[in-house]
């Protein structure tokens, strides 16, 4: 009795949404070579991007980027401009984890002007999104920002919250890079209005902690002391140990900074507690650098 090609790719979805990689990898070599058998093109991609997808997920980017390769140049051949546009994608998240700029930049256009032939608004945001971020690794602020306003241009016609935060910060990440306080707090105000509306108290949280760097960037100590504490108790009621525990390191930096040492060396106190609570040795161990240091 042979088997279903189809079954197989619901069983390696599963394995796959069950971070068994290795399992979902044989399930879809499987399911490949039966679409093979039966000369669909289509059906290849999907195994490909997906083998290519397990191999992303645990990091090992020229893997993936073999599998993708595959599975672009049968994808061309069909003009399936769907799986064409994953395989760009793909190749360019694979390219930017491995901080080759130039070649990420390079797919993500790609697939930017394709998600603009087909009409891929969704597309055409996420190719503007991650063409901003690797200019922003670059450093080069400008071409970032310049790149993650279009993406709001894009947004707009989506009608998607979640989507225009992204962009938001974006923005406010790379006046922050290049030092632009005033202009970073401005997007970073906006972004937090718009997590606040969709009640996404992490994403709050985080915006009012970036807003504090802001401000002790810019020696305004109180102000950013403030805007911590209340990232703080937001990251309380949600039970985020992690912006917990940074958030207390930075309101420890913020009172170091002005040679409060023992407010600072209260709160990295408490980082370490909660670290040690928790179970992350690592922030035990931050945290102990932290208290050291101020100790010298």
Sequence with gaps: MEVDPEKLLDEADDAFDAENWDLAR????????????????????????????TYSSVEKWNEAMKYYEECLQIATKLNNDDDVFG????LGD??????????????????????????????EFSCLINIGHTYSSLQDWDQAINYFNKSIEVVK?????????????????????????????????????????????DDEASCLESIG???????KI????????????????????????TTLIKIG?????????NDALDYYKKAKTLAQKSGL???VEMAQECIDQLSD
């Design 222 to 245: 109180p102000e950013a002391l403030e805007k911590y504490q209340a990232a703080l108790e937001l990251s309380k009621k949600t039970k985020n140990i992690d912006s917990q525990f």
């Design 87 to 90: 395989c760009y994608e793909g």
């Design 26 to 53: 044989k399930k879809f070599n499987t399911a490949r070579k039966l679409f093979q058998k039966e000369n669909d093109g289509k059906g290849e991609c999907m195994c490909l991007i997906g083998i290519a997808e």
């Design 94 to 123: 694979s390219f930017s984890s491995l901080e080759e700029w130039d070649k990420a930049k390079e797919y993500y256009n790609k697939g930017l002007e394709l998600a603009k032939k087909i009409n891929d608004k969704e597309g």
């Design 281 to 283: 040795t690592d922030y």
């Design 157 to 201: 016609s989506l009608e998607n919250p979640e989507l225009e935060f992204l962009s938001l910060i974006g923005i406010g990440d790379a006046y922050f890079g290049s030092e632009k306080w005033d202009n970073a707090i401005e997007y970073y105000e906006k972004a937090k209005e718009i997590a606040a509306s969709i009640k996404n108290q």
């Design 253 to 261: 930096d913020a009172y170091a900074s002005f040679d409060q040492k």
């Design 213 to 219: 760097d802001c401000l002790l960037a810019s020696a």
